[in-house]
Every structure is written in C-alpha cells, then in structure tokens.
C-alpha cells in the first residue's frame, strides 16, 4: 500500500474517532474475532474512551517489549495513543514515551487523549517510520502495534529502529506476518477480510531484514491466526549491548581499511594466527560469508575498534550450521569489554542464522583469547600438536568449538 494511501485512510479514521464514532480498518466481523483493537488488552480501564475506540492495533506490545520504570520508549506508527498511554504508565514519570505517526490527524487525536488522561511524560511526534526524526540512540525500547506491515521500505523501518536505540535496547512489536509465500489468490482473500495484510511479511524475511538492521536474538512467535495464511504475531529483538560511547552493528565495505588495520595489528603481535599479512579486502570478502559479520564502532567518531566475521567451514550441505569465526581488537581498545561484548553478539547472531556450531583455533600462548572464548560457552576439544612453523618457531593450536543449546539441538 502506497504511504499517501495509509496517511489519507487513517487520517479519515482519526477524524471519525474524533467525531465520537468507533473505527476499524477491516471488516467488524475480523476486527472483533481478530482481537484487533482493544481486544488485544488486559486493562484499559484507566484510558480515555477516545483512546480505547481508536485502537487499531493486532496485540499488546506494551506487555511484550516489557518496559521498566525509567525508560524512554518510541511507539512507531502511535495512532490514538493508546500504547503511548500505557506504555507512559509502565515507565512512571521519570520515563518518556514518544508517539510518532504520519498522519497530522492522528497525532492532533493522540494529543487530545493524552491531555485527556492527564498523561504529561509523552510526546506525540509528526513523521515517518522510514525516517525517525530523533538523534541516534535516543530510546531503550521501540514498540509498534500492526503498523511496520503497512510500510512499503520495512528495511528503512528496521533500520532506523536499530539507529535510535540504545546498546542492550530492545525492539517489541505486535505485527501481521504471513507464513511462507501467499499466492495472489490468497492474499487477494486476505485483504478483503484483513486490511492491513497488504504488506505483510513472511516469518524468514521478516527475520531476514531484522538480521540485516543489526539485531540479535531475534524471536517471531504466531499468535492469533486469521486463516489463509495470515497470522497476527509477536516480534521481539535486541540491539548488541556494548560498553558507553560504541555501537555494535553489522560490518560495511566502508569499514575495509580500518577493519584490516586491526587485523594485521593482531596479526603483528605473533600471537593471533598463523597468517603474517593481512589479506585485501577483496580476499576478506570472498574468504567470509556475507553475514555474521560485525564491528564495535565509537558512535562519535565511526572508529572501528574491534570486529568479528564468519566462514563456512564445508560447501556440503551437511555442514550448513558449522562456521569457523576470527575476532580482533583494536590494541589499545583491548581488556575494556569490546571484545566479549562482540562474540556475544555473534554467538546470538548465528543462533538466529541456525547454526549449530561454531569453531575456531587458538594459541595455547593466547590466554586471553582462550579464556573469553571459555567464558562463553566455548570448550577445547583437542590439540593440534607442532601444527606450523611460525616466526621460525613449532605451534600448538587448541581446537575450540561452541555447540548451541537453542539450535540443532
């Protein structure tokens, strides 16, 4: 659906609640066994009755992203308000809640039914979800309710979901998903009945675009299912945590010269690998797989002090959840936290990816690899006695590898 078709439609909706009438954006019959609007809610009780009527959400993200007290939290695509509103109530006064929506209409609604509810720690915002207009790591938690599906750019929503969050922030949504493709007829069925399934994505890409925005630990539980295809659903998922004034996210091209400055840094101390130089970027690329791959950047500046990639350690399909990773530090960035902070991204990364298990090669001389690695979840698995000549020099290398407990098991 085209974005002035969504802003036009539910700005008429908006203008209809604020008239009295109770809306809805698909057929009474759906709306009501659906569990759209307010049926969605434990306790609505406490909010404006303009509030409740123009509820046109698919769930309750408030319960799902669960918000503490505190926080400051953005609802994409606000409406009414009626996620603000209750999202307001779970941060307590010393947290904020942002409200944004495209529509003047709805944004001008919500206004009026906060000042209704006496709701003074929210602030409703004109704009799109495609473009945020809030700074960089502005919030701990991003909710949304039915409303990413009616996007025609998910990958910008997602993108600028991941961009305004915290480290550690969570992503919380209620959303309308399909499971696997829906042929024209299917979908065509869907829509008569279910407006807001216009765009809605399959479960693997929505997991897919989520991945490449840069979260982890991603999750998509199905809830009520609407037949045909269609299900309402439950979409969470993380933003890496990382230490002040840096950012985990995924790896660029444009991060080459830094990303292999702090490879052949590693490379120099003799200690890291057997490699002595480190490749071009277009042998980096073409020895990794072209996701799983991220770096931690100073969020001022665009530093890259630390990355981690994958490669495929078999083209048998057999092999298709067994990688082999590298992880480098930025010498004068090391023992401050960035490098755990990187593996643990990327263990909860290749869980999402279905990989099962993940190997490496360490120094016996590396105590420091060696106890990161152990320190989450890694084991030695055996010696590969006298296996180089390095610097002139007869190596040992242990063979690590992490098995996941969430995947392949």
Known sequence: MAHDEVVRRYSELARAAMDG????????????????????????????????????????????????????????????????????????????????????????LARRNAEQAQVRNVRFLHGTIEDVPLPDQAVDVVISNCVINLSDDKSAVLGEAFRVLRPGGRFGVSDVVVEGELNDERRRAAERRIGCVAGALPVAEYRRILAAAGFVGIRIRLTADHSDGVHSAIVQATKPSVGSGLEIRPMRAADAPQVLAIYQAGLDTGQASFETTAPSWEGFDAARLPHLRYVAADTETGEVVGWVAASAISSRPVYAGVIEHSIYVHPDCQAHGIGRALLSAFVSASEDADVWTIQTGIFPENAASLSLHQALGFRVVGTRERMGRHHGVWRDVLLLERRSTATGT
């Open 21 to 108: 009438k109770r809306i809805a954006d698909c057929s009474a019959q759906e709306f009501e066994q659906g569990s759209f609007g307010a049926g969605g809610y434990d306790d609505v009780s406490s909010l404006p009755d303009g509030a409740v009527r123009a509820s046109l959400g698919c769930g309750n993200p408030t319960a799902v992203a669960e918000l503490r007290a505190g926080e400051t939290v953005l609802d994409l695509g606000s409406g009414g308000g009626i996620d603000v509103l209750l999202s307001a109530r779970r941060v307590g006064p010393h947290g904020t809640v942002y409200g944004l929506d495209a529509s003047t209409d709805m944004v001008a």
